[in-house]
């Protein structure tokens, strides 16, 4: 569609993995002004580079958060998302959510658009179907009650065991209903959790409507078990790849998102760098970028 905005971005551990002193060296080197953020539970975030003997700072004042936008806005870098780290069978879930809802309120002051939520559960794969369902999709549908009027939208990205059945993502989303909910849609984890590789893609269009942002990544499996269904995580670390070298086919993802009108990013999530030497790394995410690039 035309007029479509999709741009390339990074997760920030990604960049500091591959070799740079600092994340505003990363970003300067690879030709980016977008990044993901993880935050943290004591809502910790990185800093692009390190400011008075501090490489992160704590978001929990109006004054820390209106210094960390000045920070990024000096330097001309925007958050594409901030990443959570929240399990929705924790012990003390009350805490998980008030952790959610402080990162919108966190997003909405910085101006970010998009969390990503984990789909991992402690101890998910004891429970039943429908008792994850129903946990998940009620912890979210309290999460965005108490953040009505919210503009920012609720990722869950397939990750993991269950976060990789589209049938728990499909139930979640309809059951939970709103139109601020829907994934961080990473390319590679469908591969990695088994399914052959037109199926997957075939999964990775169903899910395009549903996408709030995205991670990057791909997989070359040999070509006599790529199109067959693999136990999950079946040697990933063996053949996880850079992602123009992979069998998912990230010319046909894009299309499919923009067929749907999706604007947002495409975050490099090149799970293969530890593969390649320090030195490497750096090239390997630049031929990430300027294929992610030449797709757009």
Same mark, same amino acid.
């Given at each position: 569609m035309g007029g479509c905005r999709v741009y390339v971005s990074i997760r920030d551990d990604i960049l500091l993995y591959g070799g740079f002193g600092s994340l505003s060296h990363g970003l300067s080197e690879l030709g980016l002004n977008a990044l993901e953020v993880g935050l943290t539970k004591d809502l910790r975030a990185k800093l692009l580079e390190p400011v008075d003997g501090r490489s992160d700072l704590e978001l929990t004042s109006e004054e820390s958060i209106a210094f960390y936008k000045a920070h990024l806005s000096e330097r001309g870098v925007a958050i594409s998302a901030l990443l959570l780290?929240?399990?929705?069978?924790?012990?003390?879930?009350?805490?998980?959510?008030?952790? &959610?809802?402080? #990162?919108? /309120?966190? #997003? *909405?002051?910085?101006? &970010?658009?998009?969390? /990503?939520?984990?789909?991992?559960?402690?101890?998910? /794969? *004891?429970?039943?179907? *429908?008792?994850?369902?129903? /946990?998940?999709?009620?912890?979210?549908?309290?999460?965005? *009650?108490?953040?009505?009027?919210?503009? &920012?939208?609720?990722?869950?990205?397939?990750?993991g065991y269950q976060g990789n059945d589209p049938s728990f993502l499909k139930a979640v989303i309809d059951k939970v209903g709103s139109q601020r909910l829907g994934l961080t849609l990473d390319t590679g984890n469908f591969y990695w959790a088994g399914y052959p590789i037109d199926e997957v893609h075939e999964i990775l269009k169903s899910f395009s409507p549903y996408v709030k942002h995205t991670h990057i990544k791909n997989i070359k499996y040999p070509d006599e078990v790529k199109g067959k269904r693999r136990d999950i995580g079946w040697e990933y670390g063996r053949y996880v790849c850079p992602i123009p070298d992979g069998d998912v086919d990230h010319s046909k993802v894009v299309g499919f998102l923009k067929e749907v009108g999706y604007e947002g990013d495409l975050c490099v999530e090149d799970e293969s760098l530890g593969k390649f030497g320090v030195s490497e790394r750096r090239e390997v995410l630049m031929r990430d970028v300027l294929y992610l690039k030449g797709l757009l």
């Amino acid at each position: 569609m035309g007029g479509c905005r999709v741009y390339v971005s990074i997760r920030d551990d990604i960049l500091l993995y591959g070799g740079f002193g600092s994340l505003s060296h990363g970003l300067s080197e690879l030709g980016l002004n977008a990044l993901e953020v993880g935050l943290t539970k004591d809502l910790r975030a990185k800093l692009l580079e390190p400011v008075d003997g501090r490489s992160d700072l704590e978001l929990t004042s109006e004054e820390s958060i209106a210094f960390y936008k000045a920070h990024l806005s000096e330097r001309g870098v925007a958050i594409s998302a901030l990443l959570l780290s929240n399990d929705f069978n924790a012990k003390d879930l009350e805490s998980e959510l008030s952790y &959610v809802v402080k #990162a919108i /309120r966190i #997003a *909405e002051k910085l101006g &970010v658009g998009a969390i /990503r939520i984990d789909s991992a559960m402690r101890g998910e /794969r *004891e429970m039943g179907f *429908e008792e994850r369902v129903e /946990r998940f999709s009620g912890c979210l549908a309290r999460i965005i *009650e108490v953040t009505d009027g919210s503009s &920012v939208a609720l990722g869950i990205e397939n990750h993991g065991y269950q976060g990789n059945d589209p049938s728990f993502l499909k139930a979640v989303i309809d059951k939970v209903g709103s139109q601020r909910l829907g994934l961080t849609l990473d390319t590679g984890n469908f591969y990695w959790a088994g399914y052959p590789i037109d199926e997957v893609h075939e999964i990775l269009k169903s899910f395009s409507p549903y996408v709030k942002h995205t991670h990057i990544k791909n997989i070359k499996y040999p070509d006599e078990v790529k199109g067959k269904r693999r136990d999950i995580g079946w040697e990933y670390g063996r053949y996880v790849c850079p992602i123009p070298d992979g069998d998912v086919d990230h010319s046909k993802v894009v299309g499919f998102l923009k067929e749907v009108g999706y604007e947002g990013d495409l975050c490099v999530e090149d799970e293969s760098l530890g593969k390649f030497g320090v030195s490497e790394r750096r090239e390997v995410l630049m031929r990430d970028v300027l294929y992610l690039k030449g797709l757009l």
